[in-house]
């Protein structure tokens, strides 16, 4: 929707706010406020309900939305006094008073690049295996969380009569090794299908699962969730290409429309020909198409093939076939340097290689930027490539830049599962895992085969606390394919975080790196376990494991210091820390608490000045992400007597840790209530605290031997709960020697190295 009122343009669907044709630079939030009070603008709203619509996830003050009405106000050429744009009730609210021409659609055209210009305000405040997890959610890319939904979330797909699989085609040509091109004609068609936003779509990872496959339309339909199938065969000889291709009612098993499509083999008639069945296919679902912008990717066909070729690489799910996907990307962009896809898809495996080959993070995003954004500039309606843009922003760690690039991805094609479940991993990683969950569903309905998401929806249950359900997918997956190490590593952490059983998870961690040695992450999921069952001789073994194998990746020097800190060389960590954070200040956390055990506070607290000056304000928003950082410095501006700004992050702080998150830098594992309680000076409530977190279950020799438990150190009955915890450690320690002795938990690839 485009609200027109005095010099501006607000386009709600596409998050821009243009003032005489020119793109303004807006943060995210003064843009939802202007939105949601131009949308609501034939009735006052109150401060409370723009608490509730714009912050219901985070701990501000009524300071941070009179700083939000200036700056909007500010941006609209409007002030408190006029009160022209946006009136002020005393005591009551606002209300949007400019008026408003409403249109349908956009007239405004986007700056050269088609890129949001957002700069990040927040900073994600973690240690190494936060920066881990953050990696892994670049990958695949607040509500209270008590009130989760335990039932699988529905979306409106599920109840559609407007949907479709597009089964994989048939290689009808001579040469067997054309398998690639037909595969590339499938997927081509399966991605302009699903521009059609009132037709549900199955993915292509899904599809594909059914090759060669012996089952019936009517079962394929019900296992996918779809009322109608599409078939087909591609056969290309010499100059010639023919598509075959009919629509079946899987219902009733009934042919609804069947084409064969016989042309010269050029790209534009390739492009013409999936043109043609989209519209085909709308026709008889009776669905009225959108005027829109048909672009052809590329007009050289040896272009296509050298793309083609790459998602076929992509296929394999190995590192050599993801090495070969980028020589075939990068053949592609030379033989045809404005084929806007081929930039995108190079520039995401360039960004994948952080992940998984553990390569230089900076490096990486050095060599990716400018092919994700000459994809944009060459295609501005790309939703692949504002996916891979959001991912780009992500590893860069500018996060509103990164929602709206997903968001963008989504409105573009809303059947685009991959940014549906990426998104879900932002928004966890946000602490809305409600939202989180959501999305992941909604992703599954459209990619029900996707192992891969399956297992990203059981993390983000896994995140909620309803370990059944996601024990349950990971069952499933592991019992079709035994072998998916994948499945295993989230099975460990199901294991480790909500069993409590370290042993068991360490078990099943092991087995996973038996079955994928070649994934470079796990020698950090396992220092962790290991540091937690109090072993942290195996804990340092497999962090210098990492450094061997990874030795260029960010993780790298946190990695050196976790080695030192485990050995008690506090000071030296310090420094690497003090380092590091200039470079990534999701490290704050780690430097203040060092600073707390090296005396060097003063050192550490200006850093975080520095880098963070957001947690000195008195408007401070303490959320999921600095929430940890914002503890420790509430504790050290509390032993300074800055009372004030110390229990604000103090309060905002426990608001967060109230929640229930299972795994990463706000889990409950880590006890932050208790700790923030103490903190706070209230040894009662974190006595309570403490004994509340023992009965649900949980031990760690992490816990035991921490710091921020000494006020209450020769309480009895804190002494009475630790013992508990020992006991269990003890238990856990004697299962793990028990399968040492068995050669369960051969440490192979050290021995190797």
């Known amino acids: ?82 009160q022209k744009v946006i009136k002020t009730v005393r005591g009551r609210g606002y209300q949007f008073v400019a008026e408003i021409k409403i249109t349908n659609g956009s007239s405004i055209t986007y700056s050269n690049p088609d890129i949001p210009s957002l700069k990040p305000k927040r900073r994600i405040l973690v240690s190494a295996f936060s920066l881990l997890f953050l990696a892994f959610l670049a990958f695949i890319a607040f509500q209270n969380f008590n009130t989760v939904s335990k039932q699988p979330l529905i979306s409106d797909y599920a109840i559609t009569k407007k949907s479709i699989a597009i089964l994989p085609f048939e290689n009808r040509s001579d040469s067997k090794s054309d398998g690639f091109f037909t595969d590339g004609i499938h997927d081509d068609l399966l991605t302009q299908v699903s521009k059609i936003h009132q037709l549900k779509t199955i993915s292509r990872t899904s599809v594909m699962t059914y090759r060669n496959t012996t089952k019936n339309i009517r079962v394929i339909s019900k296992e996918l969730g779809v009322t109608t199938i599409l078939e087909g065969g591609v056969q290309r000889a010499g100059n010639e290409i023919r598509i075959n291709v009919q629509l079946i009612d899987a219902l009733t098993d009934q042919h609804l429309w069947a084409e064969s499509y016989t042309r010269e083999l050029t790209t534009e008639n390739i492009f013409a020909i999936q043109t043609e069945i989209s519209k085909a296919i709308a026709k008889q679902l009776e669905i009225v198409l959108a005027p829109r912008e048909n ?17 076929a690489a992509l296929d394999k799910n190995t590192n050599k076939g993801y090495t070969e996907a980028i020589a075939h990307l990068e053949h592609a962009i030379e033989i045809d340097p404005e084929f806007a896809i081929a930039y995108a898809e190079l520039g995401s495996r360039y960004l994948d290689q952080i992940y998984l080959e553990g390569l230089s993070a900076e490096k990486q995003i050095a060599k990716a930027k400018p092919l994700i954004e000459i994809a944009l500039k060459l295609d501005k309606n790309s939703s692949h490539s504002y996916r891979v843009f959001a991912k780009l922003n992500m590893y860069q760690q500018n996060f509103d830049a990164g929602k709206l690039a997903y968001q963008k991805a989504i409105n573009l094609n809303s059947n685009n599962a991959e940014a549906l479940g990426a998104f879900g991993g932002y928004n966890m990683y946000e602490g809305n895992i409600h939202k989180a969950v959501e999305l992941l569903f909604k992703a599954k309905e459209l990619n029900p085969k996707d192992d891969k998401l399956g297992d990203s929806l059981s993390l983000m249950l896994l995140k909620a606390g309803r370990f059944d359900e996601a024990k349950k ?21 199901i294991q480790f975080f909500g069993d409590h059983e370290i042993a068991i998870s360490i078990k099943t961690l092991h087995h996973s790196i038996l079955l994928d040695p070649q994934f470079i992450q ?74 707390e055990w090296t005396g060097r506070v003063i050192e550490a607290v200006a850093s975080c000045q520095k880098i963070s000056p957001d947690l000195f304000q008195p408007d401070v928003i303490v959320d999921s992400r600095n929430m940890a950082t914002a503890f420790v410095l509430g504790r050290i501006l509390k032993s300074q007597g800055k009372l004030e700004q110390a229990n604000r992050l103090l309060e905002g702080s426990l608001k967060i840790a109230k929640e229930k998150v299972y795994g990463g830098r706000q889990s409950v594992h880590h006890n932050w209530v208790t700790r923030i309680l103490l903190a706070m000076g209230d040894k009662k409530a974190a006595l309570v605290s403490f004994k509340r977190y023992v009965k649900l279950g949980f031990h760690s020799f992490k816990i035991i031997e921490h710091s921020d438990y000494n006020s209450i150190h020769d309480n009895p009955e804190y002494q009475r709960l630790v013992k508990i915890m020992e006991a269990r450690l003890k238990i856990q320690q004697q299962k793990l020697d028990d399968m040492e002795a068995r050669g369960e938990l051969d440490i192979y690839p050290l021995a190797t190295h």
Request: aromatic fraction near 12%.
């Open 1 to 82: 929707m485009i609200y027109q009122f005095n010099n501006f343009e607000l386009d709600s669907a596409n998050f821009c706010l243009q003032k005489d044709g020119q793109n303004i630079e807006i943060e995210p939030q003064v843009f939802n406020l202007i939105t949601y009070l131009v949308e609501n603008r034939n009735r006052l709203v109150t401060r409370d309900e723009i608490f509730e619509q714009l912050w219901s996830d985070r701990s501000v003050l009524d300071a941070t939305l009179s700083n939000h009405i200036k700056n909007a106000r500010s941006i609209l050429r409007d002030d408190g006094q006029s």
């Open 522 to 595: 796990t020698p950090l999921y396992m220092a962790m376990k290991y540091e937690g069952a109090g072993n942290k001789g195996n804990a340092v073994k497999w962090l210098k494991f990492y450094l061997k194998i990874a030795p260029e990746s960010r993780e790298a020097e946190v990695t050196r210091a976790e080695i030192l800190i485990l050995m008690n060389k506090y000071n030296k960590a310090f420094d690497i820390y003090l380092k590091e954070v200039k470079k990534y200040p999701d490290q704050l956390y780690s430097l203040l608490e060092l600073g």
């Open 295 to 311: 672009k052809i990717p590329t007009q050289n066909l040896a272009a296509l093939e050298a793309y083609f070729k790459a998602k």
């Open 473 to 493: 997918i990971l069952e499933e997956i592991i019992q079709r394919k035994p072998d998916y190490a994948i499945a295993y590593r989230t099975l460990s952490d």
